[in-house]
């Protein structure tokens, strides 16, 4: 199996794993979110944890469904570049969603 393919395959294994974590734990899980976890506990208050937490599970589903993809077409079908061009599609989709600024990064979370 070449190596691209496994990254693919155990990349998509963790992201659904991830993504059973914040279904199971709803919307405690939102502590796990990167930049949230390190705001003061009066200011989390403020946010819709719930539905941080269903958007991180579905980003998480499709990141494992992007590489899940590329896996499956590399091993089964001997497309040799699927793996790579998933990792590449990973990757914009990735940092497409990265924020520095944390309002940026949950402005759309704030309860009215």
Known sequence: ???MTMVCVSGSILFLGFALLFGI???KAAILISGFNTMPKEKRKLYDRERMSRDQRNEFLVWALILGVGGVLSYLFSFRYAAD???VV??????RGVHLDEEKAFGKYRLK
């Open 25 to 27: 734990l709803k919307g």
């Open 85 to 87: 061009v998933a990792v």
């Open 1 to 3: 199996m070449e190596m």
């Open 90 to 95: 990973w990757l914009v989709v990735f940092f």
